[in-house]
């Protein structure tokens, strides 16, 4: 439930609202603004009835937020929530491209997407160290001399770095190197995993996983909020259905749908949704006019040799053009690409 306080409410007031909730065992998240307290209060809605919190001194309104995700619903925080990540911000009016190749496979080819995601224009730079694949026999990644690559690359550039954490005990490790963290869309309902970059003071991206409802999703977001990382940024990457010509099926209409249930950023993966390189920019381009925050998208300085999504990786030449052609759209969404 939400409290609002009124715009007058004391501090002493304010302190009696926060003990009898905190004495009725309910966890308890202030959000002070310039012009009113407002108090998010998770616990046993049951045990509400006796607090009589509506007749207390100070106490505007007393909200119940009906949805079963708390902390990310747009009831909890109406304002659509930016994410200080470096030097930007994701969920602002800046479209944010995270471009990369899907895996980081060596010291060259890292460094050489690097400047080609900057110089086109985008702000993060993405890439694996830790690869889920299906099969055991592909490969798997670089692990930590991957990461030091992603920071490498960084410090040439000064783009920021995402990239995937697969495991609890590597999360340490990850968040040292990593500006975002990732988790995989094979991992949204790892529990373990959500509650350990809960503790963790960078913010996480979220993948939808494959036969996630929207609801599972927002779920999955909640473990981490709760925990107290409330930097979630949702990334729609395509669920499954009965169409197998493309990858995976792109869920556009989630993007209008979250952002109306969620504050939280919402950004879009087309490159895992569609799995053919071809098809990523149109559905790029959808994405923004959509409402997205941002775009993921797999890049690789010659998709032929790519040790993993070759496919549906798009060549420097190609990523270079829909760049140009992203800035008209989030121009004429009122969005900006810098
Ligand atoms: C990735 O981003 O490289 C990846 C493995 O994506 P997903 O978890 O969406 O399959
Ligand atoms: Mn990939």
């Known amino acids: 439930m939400i409290i609002i306080m009124d715009h007058h409410a004391s ?14 065992g309910f966890q308890i998240h202030l959000s002070q603004g310039v012009e009113r307290t407002i108090i998010g209060a998770i616990g046993d809605k049951t045990r509400l009835g006796g607090l009589g919190l509506e007749a207390m001194p100070g106490v505007e309104k007393v909200i119940p937020i009906l949805q079963p995700y708390k902390l990310a619903s ?7 929530t930016i994410i200080k990540v470096g030097d930007q911000e994701i969920g602002g009016d800046t479209i944010h491209v995270m471009a990369g190749p899907c895996a980081v496979e060596n010291r060259e080819q890292v460094m050489e997407t690097a400047e080609i995601v900057k110089k086109a224009g985008a702000t993060i730079l993405r890439g694996g160290a830790f690869k889920p694949r299906t099969s055991p026999y592909s490969f798997q990644g670089m692990e930590e001399e991957g990461l030091k690559l992603l920071a490498e690359a960084r410090e040439a550039t000064g783009l920021l770095v995402v990239t ?6 590597a999360v340490p490790m990850v968040a ?3 500006d975002i ?3 995989g869309a094979r991992n949204m309902q790892n529990f373990f995993l959500l509650r350990e970059l809960a503790k963790v003071d960078k913010p996480v991206l ?23 990382n409330y930097n979630v940024i949702l990334c729609e990457r395509g669920i499954r259905s009965f169409e197998n010509y493309t990858r995976n099926t792109l869920d556009l209409t989630a993007v209008p749908v979250v952002k109306y249930l969620s504050h939280l950023p919402v950004i879009v993966d087309p490159s895992h949704a569609i799995g053919k390189w071809r098809f990523v920019p149109a559905m790029s381009k959808a994405a923004i006019a959509a409402g997205a925050d941002g775009l993921l998208i797999e ?12 496919p549906q990786s798009l060549t420097p030449a190609n990523f270079c053009s829909m760049m140009t052609e992203l800035k008209q759209i989030a121009a004429a969404v009122g969005r900006r690409m810098d």
């Open 11 to 24: 501090d002493d007031s304010i302190e009696a609202v926060l003990t009898r909730l905190d004495m009725a």
């Open 74 to 80: 747009r009831t909890f925080h109406e304002e659509g």
């Open 164 to 169: 995937e954490v697969m495991d609890v005990r």
């Open 176 to 178: 040292e190197y990593a």
């Open 181 to 183: 963290i990732q988790i």
């Open 206 to 228: 979220l993948k939808r996983g494959p036969a996630a409802t929207v609801e599972d999703w927002l779920m999955a977001a909640e473990y981490i909020m709760s925990g107290g």
């Open 299 to 310: 890049i690789h300085p010659n998709p032929q040799e790519a040790l993993c999504d070759g």
